[in-house]
């Protein structure tokens, strides 16, 4: 695989023209559930399946459309605080931030999706190894996917899949319960004129499916598990990226802390902050840019093939077939784009002329770029947006050990235990010194 770093290539390798198809990278993440590959949008490599897949229901996934959930996302808000003011605000007790934000991402998901959580939220643990089974196989795949021949031994290795086979996947069957509960009550609401309320992805799902009979049988469930194993453990990174690198630059918390205060006072903000609200602060904007920019959360490079005829890349010529890739870690460290200090959190760094800001927009690679751009970014952007000023006004986070301000991995290997310890006390905000009370 050739490693290209310069930004500018971003259109000729992840544009519409020629498309550059995913390289075998993308086998390796074909996600299996009972021994049997799920074709997903994500990794697919065919390119007429991506397109009865994406096609059918992009338009839901627009933001004039995602916005219609922002009741969804309050909802869940609401109950991620109530958890946490019910174990650890003022209490002196250690939270695993990692942890929760990653139970508030897939809850959230699961609402959006669903109109019901998942349920990590009220357990306050990893229901079924959810967690635990996306990082081991993570850590266990990023290798194979670099060595795509080792598949042979890993994926699709009979022995693997026949055991696997047994031991069902819970993403998959959590969906395919909602799906099964939701077409029953579609079949009662018939039979009886009631008219359904729900507008979460998955009504609108099968509105779709009912619609256009050309839509594959497996469409629902690709759509389905999609949202939520795409959705949740990158949305959860990038909010730990953001919370983590604010509280480790105690000036860049202030300054954000002033423009949200700012903005409250002058009547700007609701105390769950909307989506409107928040695309009027642009230190906030600024932040989430530079996490998104220094942590990416998706690591790997997104390959691509060289189509047919070949093609000029940094003034080289690649023939057909090569394997090429801007990884998103690389390209976010170009001096030229980002300037000299590529390395470090500086958020005023978009607070610039607006040719500028728009060239290292158009070289952040964090939702991808293109043709495969990721589907769900405006889903992460309402939660991310919301969430982020709403808690930084509700509670003060600090480390649970300020001498040792690092997130750690234990047991990298074998389990899952992936610690960003905090204590959370409420924020006194308003003038009669009670702190802010989001939920009744
Ligand atoms: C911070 C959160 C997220 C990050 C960093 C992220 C990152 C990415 C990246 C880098 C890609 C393209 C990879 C490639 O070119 O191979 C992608 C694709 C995709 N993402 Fe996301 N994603 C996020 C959230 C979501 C959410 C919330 C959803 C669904 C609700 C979602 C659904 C998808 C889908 C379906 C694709 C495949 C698109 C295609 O191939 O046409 N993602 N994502």
Redesign the pocket.
């Known amino acids: 695989m050739v490693s290209i770093s310069d930004p500018a290539e971003i259109p000729t390798i992840?544009g519409f023209n020629p498309i550059f198809q995913?390289s075998d990278f993308?086998h390796v993440l074909l996600f299996y559930a009972k021994g049997k590959p799920v074709p997903?949008?994500?990794a697919t490599q065919n390119d007429n399946l991506?397109h009865a897949l994406?096609k059918p229901i992009s338009t839901i996934?627009g933001m004039s459309k995602v916005v219609s959930f922002e009741p969804q996302v309050n909802s869940t808000m609401e109950y991620f605080f109530k958890r946490l003011d019910d174990v650890f605000a003022d209490k002196d007790q250690v939270c695993n931030f990692a942890f929760w934000l990653q139970a508030f991402a897939f809850d959230v998901?699961g609402e959006v999706t669903f109109s019901k959580r998942i349920g990590f939220l009220k357990k306050g643990e990893d229901i079924d190894g959810i967690m635990g089974s996306i990082w081991k196989y993570f850590t266990a795949t990023s290798p194979v996917s670099q060595m795509p021949w080792l598949d042979l031994v890993w994926t699709k290795n009979p022995i693997k899949q026949r055991l696997s086979r047994a031991k069902p996947n819970p993403i998959v069957n959590f969906a395919a319960a909602r799906v099964e509960e939701r077409q029953t009550r579609m079949k009662k609401a018939l039979s009886s004129n009631e008219v359904l309320e729900k507008r979460d992805f998955l009504s609108q799902f099968l509105e779709i499916t009912q619609r256009d009979e050309q839509i594959p049988p497996f469409a629902l469930a690709a759509w389905t598990v999609?949202?939520v194993t795409?959705?949740?453990d990158?949305?959860a990174?990038?909010l730990r990226s953001i919370f983590y690198n604010l509280m480790r630059h105690p000036k860049s918390m202030r300054c954000l802390l002033d423009e949200l205060d700012a903005a409250a006072r002058n009547g700007r903000l609701s105390q769950l902050v909307t989506w409107k609200e928040s695309r009027g602060l642009p230190y906030l904007d600024a932040c989430i840019k530079e996490a998104?920019r220094l942590h990416?959360?998706?690591a790997l490079p997104?390959e691509r093939v060289v189509p047919s005829g070949g093609a000029t890349i940094c003034g080289r010529r690649f023939q057909a077939g090569t394997v090429v890739a801007i990884p998103?870690w690389v390209a976010h460290r170009d001096v030229d784009t980002f300037g000299k200090d590529p390395d470090e959190w500086r958020p005023e760094r978009w607070l610039c002329e607006e040719t500028r800001r728009r060239r290292m927009e158009n070289a952040l690679?964090?939702?991808?770029?293109g043709?495969?751009?990721?589907?769900?970014?405006n889903?992460?952007y309402l939660e991310?947006y919301k969430l982020v000023p709403t808690m930084l006004r509700k509670y003060e986070i600090s480390f649970a050990e300020p001498a040792r301000p690092e997130w750690t991995v234990k047991n990298r290997w074998l389990a899952h235990q992936f610690n960003f310890n905090v204590k959370l006390r409420q924020r006194v905000v308003d003038q009669d010194q009670t702190p802010l009370d989001l939920y009744d």
């Open positions: 992840y995913k993308y997903t949008i994500f991506h994406r996934y998901i999609s949202n795409a959705g949740s990158t949305t990174i990038l998104a990416p959360p998706f997104f998103a690679l964090t939702f991808g770029a043709h495969r751009v990721c589907l769900g970014k889903v992460s991310i």
